[in-house]
């Protein structure tokens, strides 16, 4: 089981927005403004999309958006496109003893 | 931009050691975190663990009395043991680095399967 719960999929129709949503505690995404966000396409590594909540790399589409509001973080992905369907990874800082924890994924579907 | 290469057996036994090692091109090792983190089939990623340039390191728990992280700064390399494996260690096996103790994993190797069995 998952330190981290998100939902197993979401799916939209190409142009529409999404929000993928990731609880913790209070012992990390709470008192942590350290979540990121992984994208993995099937039989690729991860790519960071979002880190610290809400920032992205460089290179990364500003359709990609990070959101915070107690224990549970948000990722939006607006104007859906095709090759946005992978499956979509959140993690955090935890003031456990392992400093990283992830969730559990969430498929997203591009109808 | 910095590239991550796993390398190791792709096949284990049950009870024995697992060893993979990550080699850094194109950056620099020191600064940053050297992590692993795995995937077993059609699951999701967990964390392994990640040894610092300057020494420190951090376990997943459920791992720790299992697992050694270690760096070879003259060799940009970093390596995983992993001993007494079982089946449930079966999993595609990702070296990353970690740009901080608290994230994100910027750069990731490609993955490599290890299968543990007989």
């Known amino acids: 089981q998952s330190a981290l719960t998100q939902p197993a999929s979401v799916s939209g129709s190409p142009g529409q927005s999404i929000t993928i949503s990731c609880t913790g505690t209070s012992s990390d995404i709470g008192s942590y403004n350290y979540v990121s966000w992984y994208q993995q396409h099937p039989g690729k590594a991860p790519e960071v999309m979002i880190y610290a909540v809400s920032q992205r790399p460089s290179g990364i589409s500003n359709r990609f958006s990070g959101s915070k509001s107690g224990n549970t973080a948000s990722l939006t992905i607006s104007g859906l496109q095709a090759e946005d369907e992978a499956d979509y990874y959140c993690?955090?800082?935890?003031?456990?003893?392992?400093?990283?924890?992830f969730g559990g994924g969430t498929r997203l579907t591009v109808l | 931009q910095v590239q991550l290469q796993e390398s190791g057996p792709g096949l284990v036994k049950p009870s024995e050691t697992l060893s993979l090692t990550c080699s850094v091109s194109?950056?620099?090792?020191?600064?940053?975190?050297w992590s692993w983190i795995r995937q077993p089939p059609g699951k999701g990623l967990e964390y392994i663990g990640y040894k610092y340039y300057g020494g420190s390191s951090n376990y997943n728990l459920s791992l720790k009395s299992r697992l050694t992280i270690s760096i070879d700064a003259s060799e940009k390399q970093f390596s995983l043991r992993l001993t007494s494996v079982t089946a449930a260690d079966t999993a595609v096996y990702y070296c990353a680095r970690l740009r901080y103790s608290y994230g994100p994993f910027d750069s990731w190797g490609q993955g490599t399967l290890v299968i543990v069995s007989s």
């Open positions: 194109d950056g620099s090792i020191s600064g940053f975190y």
């Open positions: 993690s955090s800082y935890t003031s456990t003893a392992t400093d990283v924890v």
